[in-house]
């Protein structure tokens, strides 16, 4: 038996035609979304996914904004930025693309950002509320993870999540938000002695480290859904996950594919936040 595959590709292509249409109605009452994106050096990685955020934004009819600073910027200057842009009307959702260079403090940056328009879910104000279960803009990759659980028909109630990983982008907020949907949730980090020994107890495994196929098949209980959050670039400039898929789908009841998985999603649960920071402000 192989694993069934879990297409983020198809699933956002679905979400994006609604959004499409939000977008439509927004403009049709005079507010045209707006998403500004800032980019501090010229780390391939990043240009690469703003480049994707951006193309992403213009299909489904929301404005981007690009400002592209040298990795030289000042932390005040870049502060100085995002304060004018909490301020701008025609700006509905602000993303500074991590990482940054050293000097540059991220919980500064991410603490200046408007909590309203905060559309990474980044902000402390905006951690605090997702896990109290307030309403709060969802971290774009665990709200798309979640989204592919759920668009795949499997429970989560009850279900043992193991997360590797424990990122502030990432891993910490995904296991919070399968606590929410009442599933027991461990975390696992690269001090866990034994992972496979941890990891085997999974029935949603889900990994975020951010290191190329790590996860094989003895880290897998057969059946179990595998969410591979990875996105490593082998030196053949092919891309791959932090999950060997070829031998893992040998033992995996779902999984996600790289490329082609989770990396849409985290995209169009960006789409997402920026039309509801749109219609929130409309609504005021
Ligand atoms: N760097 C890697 N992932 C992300 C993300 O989701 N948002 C931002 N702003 N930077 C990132």
Redesign the pocket.
């Known amino acids: 038996m192989t694993a069934q595959i879990i297409s983020g590709t198809e699933l956002a292509k679905t979400i994006r035609t609604g959004l499409a249409d939000e977008a439509a109605k927004l403009k049709a009452n005079g507010i045209e979304p707006g998403l500004a994106v800032i980019l501090v050096g010229d780390d391939p990685a990043?240009r690469s996914?703003v480049k994707g955020k951006q193309k992403a934004c213009a299909e489904i009819g929301i404005h981007s904004f690009l400002y592209t600073y040298p990795a030289t910027i000042s932390e005040e200057e870049l502060l100085a930025k995002i304060r004018g842009l909490n301020a701008d009307p025609a700006v509905h959702g602000i993303?500074?693309?991590?990482?940054l260079p050293d000097h540059i403090r991220e919980w500064s940056v991410i603490e200046t950002i408007a909590p309203e328009k905060d559309v990474?879910g980044?902000h402390p104000i905006n951690v605090g509320k997702m896990v109290i279960g307030q309403p709060a803009f969802l971290?774009?990759?665990p709200h798309g993870v979640l989204m592919m659980v759920k668009s795949a028909g499997i429970d989560i109630v009850g279900k043992h999540v193991v997360v590797v990983g424990r990122s502030n982008?990432v891993g910490k907020p995904v296991g919070q938000l399968f606590l929410r949907e009442h599933a027991t949730v461990t975390y696992a980090h690269s001090k866990t002695p034994d992972l496979p020994a941890v990891t085997r107890q999974a029935d949603i495994l889900i990994v975020a480290v951010g290191k190329a196929r790590i996860i094989g098949p003895e880290h897998v209980k057969p059946g179990a859904v595998v969410i591979d959050v990875g996105v490593n670039r082998l030196e053949s400039g092919k891309l791959c996950g932090d999950v060997d898929f070829d031998t893992v789908k040998e033992v995996a009841g779902f999984m996600t594919p790289v490329p082609g998985g989770v990396g849409p999603m985290?995209i169009t649960m960006?789409l997402h936040n920026t039309i509801e920071a749109a219609r929130q402000l409309a609504a005021k």
């Open positions: 990043s996914y993303l500074v693309q991590l990482p990474d980044f971290p774009c990759t982008i985290t960006l």
